[in-house]
């Protein structure tokens, strides 16, 4: 008796040394491709590759495609890179304040919309809430991002002073926050309150 009470005793003891946890957890490596958990590279874009598609932007803008101009920058967005040229996002950055000038206000919804519905559209709506987050930070603080370039913003019902400039008055810098307010209500009255997840939990800053 002893001795099967003690062979029981070994036998439940050591059995759960072959149960394979791995096999049974849902977060484990086992159960998913490790490789999904790796970043994704992000390309650096240099400061004439920035300007070749800001050149390209303002040519659908003259041409009146204003939803074509808004989808090329947002296709072509410029990340920060350890290494990346600092004057590439400012220069991608002023294309996109432009072109949202370029965008009447009872426009924004059809574009917003007809973007969304294209293939990819969602991730460039999530570009263009990185872009508003990053003016509102410059609006806010009354500084506006350095531009190596004056841009002309086109005629249209916005206000022109999308980001206030140094030393701006009170009422340039309530009228830049104004404008990003408006684009970000739309945008998230397409791509839902996921987009603003989407953006603060991604490590790709523009």
């Known amino acids: ?57 303002r040519q659908l803008l003259r041409g009146g495609d204003a939803e074509g101009a808004l989808r090329l920058a947002l296709e072509n967005p410029v990340y920060a890179t350890p290494t990346g040229h600092e004057l590439a996002r400012e220069v991608h950055m002023q294309t996109v304040v432009e072109v949202l000038q370029g965008i009447k206000a009872s426009e924004m919804n059809g574009v917003l919309k007809s973007i969304y519905a294209s293939p990819g559209g969602s991730e460039c709506l999530d570009v263009l809430m990185k872009y508003l987050y990053k003016g509102m930070a410059s609006a806010g603080s009354g500084s506006a991002p350095k531009t190596p370039t004056r841009v002309t913003p086109q005629p249209t019902g916005i206000p022109s002073q999308f980001a206030p400039r140094p030393g701006a008055n009170p009422e340039s810098v309530g009228a830049a926050m104004s404008v990003l307010l408006s684009w970000h209500e739309k945008v998230v009255e397409v791509a839902g309150l996921g987009c603003i997840g989407r953006v603060m939990t991604d490590f790709r800053r523009v």
């Open 1 to 57: 008796m002893s001795i099967i009470r003690e062979h029981t005793q070994a036998t439940l003891t050591d059995i759960w040394r072959t149960i394979d946890i791995d096999a049974l957890t849902e977060d484990s490596s086992v159960n998913f491709p490790v490789s999904t958990l790796v970043p994704p590279t992000v390309r650096e874009v240099t400061e004439p590759e920035a300007r070749q598609v800001a050149t390209q932007v």
